[in-house]
């Protein structure tokens, strides 16, 4: 039995299924059920033209962190950042430094001293590894970050997905000096 | 070119001969203090490069993600994705869970 949508909250992290994602060369089953290959989205294109294509993919169960709620059960799929265990090696990138002091844009350390976390690991978020999973590929929700870790998480959500706010920053003001009774 | 930059002379700070050698060679210098990196030296040649970047971050133009990722940000980010591992702490979480399941359907349902 899946995670309980009750549970699926913004900060949640959820043990689940996901992806690797799909490229190329790239296996697949024709209407047979014979695994075959093609080697660029040009082939598959001209082969599957839109048609949906069962594919042979890879998935791994790993904690996600839930960028948004997901209560509601009949809406489906719920938007999570990829959580990864630290290796040794990682350790070794040039970019671990400003990981561990939390300095860094596009990777979030999340320590092991940390209990709430639940995690069995010393771990790292990836900003850039934004997906959308089926909510009952979710087996359990464990742990979770704070609404001070998650302020940071949308922060750098910001840059990483090319987020405008100005506009709306303005017209937000502009409706606070609206209801002031002072025009902007 | 950005306003925002200061000029020293030469004189007012000393950098040892390997560094000077290393920027003479096209590398960067990074300055640690207590461990930490707190700034980065860089040839004129690169900084005639980064600072076009540098003056759009400034007028808060928005540069795309991928043009601040460092060559080492991109190949962990590229090993993070392709990380088939799995350790035992994960194995054992997975575990737990399936346990929680056995003994109650509901159990992590109320996590």
Known sequence: ?184 | MTDSIIDITAEEIRLPERARKALAHGSRVRISRYGQPSAYVLGGEQYALVAPLLDLMEQGVHVPHELLMSGADIALARDLAEDRDTTAGEEAVIEEMLAERDADPDAGRRV
């Open chain 1, 1 to 184: 039995m899946p995670a309980d949508a009750s549970e699926l909250r913004r900060g949640a992290i959820a043990w689940g299924i996901f992806p690797f994602a799909a490229q190329f060369p790239m296996r697949w089953l024709d209407d047979g059920g014979a695994v075959r290959s093609l080697e660029t989205v040009e082939d598959y294109a001209a082969r599957r033209r839109g048609r949906p294509t069962g594919v042979v993919s890879e998935v791994k169960i790993r904690p996600v962190l839930l960028l948004h709620d997901g209560t509601v059960e009949q809406n489906d799929d719920i938007v999570v950042l990829r959580i990864n265990s630290v290796r040794p090696r990682h350790r070794e990138s040039a970019s671990w430094p400003r990981i561990e002091t939390h300095e860094h844009p596009f990777f979030v350390h999340l320590p092991n001293s940390i209990a709430r976390y639940r995690l069995p690991e010393e771990s790292i978020v990836s900003l850039t590894a934004v997906a959308t999973v089926h909510k009952n590929a979710l087996l359990r929700v464990r742990g979770g970050l704070n609404r001070h870790e998650m302020r940071k998480i949308d922060e750098r959500l910001i840059r990483v997905l090319s987020l405008e706010l100005a506009p709306h920053i303005a017209e937000r003001a502009r409706e606070l000096l609206r209801s002031a009774g002072i025009s902007a």
